[in-house]
């Protein structure tokens, strides 16, 4: 059977899949994003859904057999991923497992590491969080002040970690503390820890977020012990792990597991809101609101685009790391963009939230809006974006601020 | 499979690396500077290089010697030109010659444009009057028409609207006259014409290939301004590396370190949708790709070039400076390309109406 022919079929088969298991209506509201997830019901829900999926060979599939993964091509993944975005289906819960920390373990973790790990991220056995940014230190993250101080076998670790998205449910997190005595040697004295979050020592506060739910925690550590070997690389290596882990974070590296973590809203759908809400023939006509809608489309397509020509060469040659990243910042400044356009053609309209009747399709703009700056400020501000596009695709300076 | 947004072929991925190295070789600033000042505003030896790379038998058809291919083949020489401000006829013939494979009937015009002859096109949108079968009237914006061997213009006749060609050698004494364009690097010239008779008729026009043609024209703009909102990126990327105040680079500030990220977002964004329309141009999906690639490159280029100034300081008020450069070959090339704000409006049509 050819290759094209196979994955023809992998195809039918995801879109088969999807189309008789993706749930219709479960009664109560979904997140939109794996930042979004903030009750028991929707966490059992949505680890109970991907664990399906998994089973059904629709993630992983391009992960090692070993690990539980599926042991194809990407090209099989990326099917699997756009058939369940096409279906609707609910999102990847384990998202900080999937996309970040288990491609960093499978690319430079250790055997006892990886069969310990990956299998348990792909089921949604082990839900894992990642202990990055403090109450002082969130953009500067090379200064984080959490410490870890080695006793015999163990590591024991005092400080607080902060915005811990999925705090309060994860098993694992991936910690990055300072192990070196010098407060002030910042990213030498880093090291990086695949942390147990269930332990003594460990407690989790949730915090309301802007959309008045709870969601991400503050994470307190009170003389936690961990065991040694849970340490990933050396002493002091820590802030290249965190950088590299940040690269799977932001996209700017492959090997993700696959499945969206995020559910986007697009141009189309927008567009289809705003005909219902005009009525009659559904026709758009205000100028102005159809000149912004130019613009949101030429930008949506600009974002295709740039995704498609990075991989192909003689449109990259000179500057090949470019469009990987900017790819975040682009990506995430549209979608709060577009939502908040959203929001305000609705008129009147956009005056109601989730739960009123007369919110326009249950609040859905609204709601995305306001989450859509989990992305922009999370994983590195769109402000720390342009810092780093600057200093390394337009080779400027460092920023003042002496790092 | 064709249903992909970008693509590139073989020969173009070619073309693109050639002209890239081509055009770097010979168009250094110093170059760029010696053609403002030169009259023709060109090198023949250049374009005879041009020339003889094969780069104005691109669009003439094979039964004339040429190559035969699409516009968007020419995207990445065109692209390549406007990054080094590199001053040629060359986007003047191509879009003359592409009009001569529409209208049709440019049969003997083809193969001499293969040859290096330089055949320019007055805009279609002010036609000369035809009376008793002779021509009067001024038309300007013909680009590089000084040094043309031959100009084509649009002629009403009654509500009748043909195309012809004119042998400059054919025109009297001063009915050609340099204008003074927005752009030094490029050159245009208006024609005055007195019940002139001597021109052959190419073919009929009809709305469509007008329409067509100014969106060739627009399409090649484009590509110029990508090319120039690259460089322009580059020349203030470069200045802020260097400039030095209050005892570190002015790149560090991110008060130029974000605006520049903003404008080489704009420039990567430019060249993303240039290249979809140079692979889309001419099949269902070519208008609006290649709309959408002019309103970006203005806005990239002007964008980009702006900036560039600014952050140049006080050096970017000089002649001296680069940045001005880039900033007044995109204005010229905006008003070539045709009201931002039109192709806007025909987008919303196209993507919202239809
Ligand atoms: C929904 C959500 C989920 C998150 N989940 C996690 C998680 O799971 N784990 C985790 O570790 N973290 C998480 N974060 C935290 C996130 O990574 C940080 O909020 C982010 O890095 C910014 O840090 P900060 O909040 O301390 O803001 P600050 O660093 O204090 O920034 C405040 C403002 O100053 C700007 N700024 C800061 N420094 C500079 C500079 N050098 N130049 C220009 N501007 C600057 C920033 O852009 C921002 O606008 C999450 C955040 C959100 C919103």
């Given at each position: ?403 | ?57 691109i669009l ?10 699409e516009l968007g083949a020419t995207i990445?020489?065109v ?12 986007t003047a013939v191509t879009a003359s010659t592409a009009l001569l494979v529409r209208v ?17 096109a007055?805009p279609l ?27 084509l ?55 469509d290939v007008v329409g067509a043609h100014q969106l060739d024209r627009a399409l090649l703009e484009a590509a110029d ?52 329309a140079a692979?889309?141009y001419g099949?269902?999906?070519g208008e609006?790709?290649a709309r959408?690639a002019v ?41 070539l390309a045709g ?16």
């Amino acid at each position: 059977m050819s290759e094209t022919k196979a994955l023809e079929d992998f195809r039918r088969d995801a879109d088969a899949w999807f189309a008789e298991n993706t749930p219709k209506d479960v009664g109560f509201m979904l997140p939109l994003t794996f930042m979004e997830v903030g009750t028991q019901q929707q966490f059992d829900f949505l680890r109970d859904w991907q664990r399906r999926v998994w089973e059904a060979g629709f993630l992983g599939a391009a992960w090692p057999t070993d690990y539980g993964g599926g042991g194809l091509p990407q090209a099989y993944q990326d099917v699997a991923t756009e058939a369940g975005k096409r279906a609707g289906a609910p999102i990847m819960l384990n998202a900080i497992g999937l996309n970040w920390t288990g491609p960093l373990i499978l690319d430079i973790g250790t055997e006892a590491q990886k069969a310990a790990y990956i299998r348990d991220i792909l089921s949604a056995e082990a839900i894992w969080c990642q202990g990055f940014s403090e109450p002082e230190h969130g953009s500067d993250l090379g200064s984080a002040q959490t410490r870890a101080v080695r006793d015999g076998d163990d590591y024991v670790i005092t400080g607080s970690k902060i915005w811990t998205t999925q705090g309060n449910f994860a098993d694992y997190m991936i910690l990055l503390a300072r192990t070196d005595g010098a407060p002030d040697s910042r990213h030498r004295g880093l090291s990086f820890f695949l942390s147990p979050m269930k332990i003594d020592g460990i407690s989790t506060t949730p915090i309301r977020k802007l959309t008045g739910e709870y969601g991400f925690t503050q994470t307190f550590f009170e003389g936690a012990r961990i065991p040694a070997d849970c340490r990933m690389g050396a002493e002091g290596e820590g802030w290249k792990i965190a950088v590299r882990l940040l690269e799977y974070e932001r996209g700017a590296r492959g090997g993700q597991a696959g499945g969206h973590v995020i559910t986007d809203q697009t141009p189309d759908q927008m567009i289809a809101m705003l005909r219902r809400l005009a009525g009659g023939n559904g026709a758009i006509a205000d100028p102005l609101m159809r000149d912004e809608l130019v613009d949101i489309l030429m930008d949506y397509r600009a974002i295709q685009l740039n995704r498609a020509r990075s991989a192909i060469a003689p449109l990259v040659a000179e500057a090949p790391h470019s469009l990987p990243l900017i790819e975040k910042l682009v990506w995430t400044e549209f979608m709060r963009s577009m939502n908040q356009s959203a929001t305000s053609m609705q008129g009147a309209h956009g005056a109601y939230y989730v739960g009123d009747e007369a919110a326009v399709e249950d609040g859905l703009w609204q709601r995305a809006y306001l989450n859509a700056f989990s992305a922009t400020i999370g994983g590195g501000t769109s402000q720390i974006q342009k810092n780093i596009i600057g200093e390394h695709v337009l080779g400027l300076a460092k920023d003042g601020g002496g790092r | 499979m064709s249903g992909a947004l970008i693509s590139i072929g073989e020969t173009e991925a070619d073309l693109l690396g050639v002209a890239t190295k081509f055009c770097a070789e010979k168009a250094p600033i110093e170059a760029v500077r010696r053609w403002i000042d030169d009259a023709q505003g060109f090198e023949s030896a250049l374009w005879a290089e041009i020339v003889s790379l094969g780069w104005t038998s691109i669009l003439v058809p094979e039964d004339a010697g040429g190559l035969g291919m699409e516009l968007g083949a020419t995207i990445p020489v065109v692209e390549q030109m406007g990054r080094r401000l590199l001053a040629a006829p060359f986007t003047a013939v191509t879009a003359s010659t592409a009009l001569l494979v529409r209208v049709g009937g440019g049969e003997a015009l083809l193969p001499r444009i293969a040859a290096g002859e330089i055949v320019t096109a007055a805009p279609l949108s002010t036609p000369f009057m035809v009376k008793d079968g002779t021509l009067s009237g001024t038309v300007g914006l013909i680009l590089w028409g000084e040094a043309a061997d031959v100009i084509l213009a649009a002629v009403e006749d009654g509500n009748r609207l043909s195309l012809i060609a004119i042998e400059t050698k054919a025109l009297g004494t001063g009915a050609l006259k340099r204008e003074s364009l927005i752009d030094d690097t490029r050159r245009s010239a208006s024609l005055t014409l007195d019940r002139f008779d001597d021109f052959t008729v190419i073919g009929a026009l009809d709305a469509d290939v007008v329409g067509a043609h100014q969106l060739d024209r627009a399409l090649l703009e484009a590509a110029d301004m990508t090319g120039g909102a690259r460089a322009a990126v580059d020349v203030a990327v470069g200045y802020a590396q260097d400039r030095v105040q209050f005892g570190r680079p002015i790149g560090s500030y991110q008060a130029i370190k974000h605006g520049l990220v903003d404008v080489h977002i704009g420039a990567e964004k430019a060249r993303s949708h240039l290249y979809s329309a140079a692979h889309l141009y001419g099949t269902g999906e070519g208008e609006v790709s290649a709309r959408m690639a002019v309103v970006q490159a203005v806005k990239a280029a002007s964008e980009a070039a702006d900036r560039a100034i600014q952050f140049h300081g006080g050096f970017g008020f000089t002649y001296d400076c680069d940045a001005q450069l880039y900033r007044r070959r995109a204005m010229l090339g905006a008003a070539l390309a045709g009201d931002v704000r039109q192709h806007r409006q025909r987008l919303a049509e196209l993507l919202l109406d239809e």
